[in-house]
């Protein structure tokens, strides 16, 4: 693929076509590298459970061991699997939404609504670490979308608001239409992101603290999926953040 056909004549219509072509070879390329680096990616991403449900169950089965050691093992190897499944449903979705072949399902819909249930269901997690999540909603907003798509967009941006938010922080949501858009901000007071880092964070697999986000479940999917989403619905995803101070996550989406 690496070959390229020199053109004699860039002028004339051979030579046009050839750059055509080269054009062509060029996307053809990086596409096939794109893959080839996202299917690597994914099968590092699974080797890592694998090799740690092996290492428990080899371990256990050496010898006889105490009801709580195996107890023990069982639950890493739980945790594991559930981590596995999670990462294979991001990655089939991310895999259908590449050939277009994700069933989208738009319909008119209370966002109001919609985000209102998000927040309530994730409060309980957010509790867990003693995040206060305050919210100023306008009432009413309706957009044409995909229900569970823009559900899974909220949840993922709130379950990092509250996995990169220190134990007593708040998160603060506010959802109003502004010129045809409903705008939607969510502000953390988190661990923040560097600019170089910001540049970054939406790619497939990116994460800024490896150890630190698979530790609390992350794949270093989540924010390619929100972004996708955000476009299959004419939207706008932007990011601010300061390292230390905290995040905050800006959606707009066309209000209908
Ligand atoms: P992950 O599953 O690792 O959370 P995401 O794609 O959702 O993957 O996010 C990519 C990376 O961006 C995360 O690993 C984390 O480093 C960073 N990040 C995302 N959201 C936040 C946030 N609210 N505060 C700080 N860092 C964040």
Redesign the pocket.
Known sequence: LSKRIIANNDDDETGRLIDTLNDLLNRLEEAFSREKRFTSDASHELRTPIAIIRVHAEENLKEERSAKEYRHALKVIQKQTDYMSHLVGQLLLLARSDMNQHPIEKESLDFTELIEIVIEEMEELALKKDINIDFEIEQGLRLYGDQSMLTQLLI??L???I???PPKGSIDIKVKSQSNQIRIEIK?T????SKE?QAY??DRF????KS???A???????????QWIVRIHKGNIEIE?EINQ??I?TIYLPQK
């Open positions: 993922n941006l379950d990092n608001a996995k990169y938010t953390d988190g661990i923040g992101i880092d964070i939406f990116y994460r800024v603290d630190r986000s698979r609390s479940g992350g794949s270093g999917l989540g924010l390619s999926i929100c953040s905290g995040s996550f």
